[in-house]
């Protein structure tokens, strides 16, 4: 088991450090390329939606990250606004926001490139997403 932490503001500058630190966290799993940028453009979503949906102005983005054997477990949460209804969010094409950036396909991203994606949220507490992946090849 191993597991590593963080907590880092949610400017839209840091996204690439949680995707990079998160990439460099993996190491040790002997990830493929393929694998490794599957991660890294699911954390990105997830890390994207806290900078843009979870507060009003800047708030801190959290992210744990646990190995176990050949399995990683990340979760990318925030004390922000909440989400009223997940199982609405999750749907392709959902969005809150209708400008040209979102197309509301952040969840169907994540699900598409992680083995399973679980969201809960409590409005006005905040949102913890959940996503797991089985590595191929474990060093
Ligand atoms: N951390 C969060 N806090 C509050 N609301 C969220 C959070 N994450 C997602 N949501 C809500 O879930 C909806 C769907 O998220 P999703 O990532 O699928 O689409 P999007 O962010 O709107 O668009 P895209 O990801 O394609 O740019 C968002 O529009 C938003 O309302
Ligand atoms: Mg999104």
């Not at 597991?3 to 450090?17: A, P, T, V």
């Not at 749907?91 to 926001?97: A, G, L, R």
Request: a negative charge.
């Amino acid at each position: 088991m191993n597991y590593f932490k963080m907590q880092i503001l949610g400017k839209s500058e840091n996204e690439k450090f949680c995707r990079s630190a998160i990439a460099a966290f993996c190491v040790g799993l002997a990830p493929s390329v393929e694998e490794i940028n599957d991660v890294k453009t699911a954390v990105s979503e997830a890390v994207t939606n806290v900078i843009v949906h979870a507060y009003d102005s800047e708030g801190i983005i959290g992210i744990d990250a646990y190995i176990d054997d050949n399995k990683l477990t990340v979760e990318v949460s925030d004390s922000g606004k909440g989400i009223s209804d997940v199982i609405k969010a999750q749907e392709p094409f959902y969005s809150t926001k209708s400008d040209d950036e979102r197309s509301g396909m952040g969840f169907t991203v994540m699900q598409t490139f992680m083995d399973s994606v679980e969201v809960e949220s409590e409005i006005g507490k905040g949102t913890k997403v959940k996503m797991t992946k089985v590595f191929g090849g474990k060093c």
